[in-house]
């Protein structure tokens, strides 16, 4: 069964810095790009980050450019978001999600459960 | 980037009617669209892919169609398990937008 499970989410302050990480299973994870998707309280979801299954290629939210930094090691089958610079318009429930692969295929089929984040003095 | 807005931003309705979701891009995206729906405290689920593709498992009773700017979901016959909310996604090009969504209600 194809899985993601994140953690690493937490309460921090503002300015401060939480690596999130994303454990994943049940597929080959190295053959695939991945995301991070995330969802203010309420609100509707926001695209943070994508990474190209070799790290090749790295696109980030002009949201959060210069602040977060998002990495892999497909040898652990791991997904990793570090935020440093934390503010609290950044707090919110963060998904990892796997992209299926092929030509044009750049929609999230399978996403973790979340993980979640408060930036609060 | 590409903005995306959808309407209605909140709908009403009742089991067995057929809904239509519009979802449009502030350019053209090609057939670059995702739908996805989601429930209070859980993830999205992918329902539709390139505008009109019927992910694997999702019930066929959600269709998609479109092209270019303007998009549509349409359920057939709304099933008590489709009370959710809805978000359409461009990804045509970085950075992927999502449209606002779209919450489905009990009339």
Redesign the interface.
């Known amino acids: 069964e194809v899985q993601l499970v994140e953690s690493g989410g937490g309460l921090v302050k503002p300015g401060g810095s939480l690596r999130l990480s994303c454990a994943a299973s049940g597929f080959t994870f190295s053959s695939y790009s991945m995301n991070w998707v995330r969802q203010a309280p309420g609100k509707g979801l926001e695209w943070v980050s994508s990474i190209s299954s070799s790290s090749s290629y790295i696109y980030y939210a002009d949201s959060v450019k210069g602040r977060f930094t998002i990495s892999r090691d497909n040898a652990k089958n791991s997904l990793y978001l570090q935020m440093n610079s934390l503010r609290a318009e950044d707090t919110a429930v963060y998904y990892c999600a796997t992209e299926p692969g092929g030509s044009g295929s750049y929609y999230m089929d399978v996403w973790g459960q979340g993980t979640t984040v408060t930036v609060s003095s | 980037?590409i903005q995306m807005t959808q309407s209605p931003s909140t709908l009403s309705a009742s089991v067995g009617d057929r809904v239509t979701i519009t979802c449009r891009a502030s350019q053209s995206i090609s057939s670059?669209l995702?739908w996805?729906q989601?429930k209070p405290g859980?993830?999205?689920?992918?329902l539709i892919?390139?505008a009109s593709s019927l992910?694997s498992g999702v019930p066929s009773r959600f269709s998609g169609s479109g092209s270019g700017t303007e998009f549509t979901l349409t359920i057939s016959s709304l099933q008590p398990d489709d009370f959710a909310t809805y978000?359409c996604?461009q990804?045509n090009t970085?950075?992927?937008?999502?449209?606002?969504?779209t919450k489905v209600d009990i009339k």
């Open positions: 980037d670059w995702a996805y989601q859980k993830a999205p689920k992918l892919y390139k992910e978000y996604q990804y970085y950075p992927f937008t999502f449209g606002p969504g």
